[in-house]
């Protein structure tokens, strides 16, 4: 079921499929904008159906609807209430318009939610391989299931992966070959980089970009007596953060630009893992300039582009 709200307050239930969406776009107009969260799965189909009939769809962040209704100081949480704060939050902000993904980017999507599946069943079994083997004396028979599903599953997520670089090689060689050309930037947060974005597509600059990735600083002061040490975000994208993290270990050491920043933040008396976030975001900004610009990586050039 998904739950609709209108702007004159007329609430209703629909069933989330075919039907549910067919009498859902009889009540629309080409003029009329459907605002929905992205909700994993569940909203995709509609945003899809719709798109595909000509109608006006934004997908936003939940993140944003909620931080919203608690401006609003709101304590009820239904799925009423829910719907008519996300058409509000329509009402009130300018929201992004929906590009419905065509067939390879669907699929890419696709792979990378279900490998984060296996990537998750792989590091539970991997922990209770290693609980097991604390127990000094193991069950030999636990112990070989466990290892059988851990081959299966790294079998699977291998085949995976060499679905999503089959995809991306086919319809996005040139972007994926220029971001390799970054030092420090590895193959598979490249092509994670152009799946999570539409190869760039999705922001209009850099900044954007960080703030979807999360590390952008968030500066914690209030009058003169209180301060905070400033943070990322952490409200982005947590897949993309956690790659271009480990890749910014390498960046440091290869990538000129990256290189700078971590010791100029370091020589002040800046932690390390302050220094090394900064190169993410030093990492992105190099991304998305060689994305846009075409041309692959000059240390004298990429440097100055914001």
Known sequence: MFDVMNSRGDYEQLSNDLKGFKAFAKKLTK???????????????????????GYLVSVVNPLSVKRFIQMKLSKIKTDKSDAKAICEYGSFNEVPLY??????QAECLQLIRLMDIYIKQSTAIKNKIHGEKTLGIPSKAVYRSLNRSLKSIKKEIGLLEDRLNTLVKDH????????????GMGVKTALM?????DGFTKFENSKQ???????????RHSG????????????????MRNLLFLCSFSACKYNKGCREIY???????????????????KLLKQSFAIAKSGLPYDENFVAVLK
């Not at 996005?172 to 030092?183: A, G, N």
């Not at 980089?193 to 974005?197: A, C, D, K, S």
Request: with cysteine.
């Open 172 to 183: 996005q060689q040139e972007q994926l070959t220029l971001l390799k050309s970054i030092p």
């Open 31 to 53: 003029e009329t904008l459907v605002v929905m969260e992205a909700t994993g799965y569940y909203h995709y189909c509609l945003a899809q159906y719709l798109y595909q009939q």
């Open 99 to 104: 590009t419905a993904k065509d067939e390879s």
């Open 209 to 219: 970009l960080c703030s979807y990735a999360g590390i952008t600083p968030t500066i």
């Open 224 to 239: 003169s007596s209180v301060r905070g040490k400033s943070r990322i975000s952490k409200m982005g994208n947590q897949k």
């Open 193 to 197: 980089l152009i799946v999570m974005t």
């Open 263 to 281: 010791e100029r933040i370091v020589s002040k008396g800046k932690s390390k893992k302050l220094a090394l976030i900064a190169v993410s975001n």
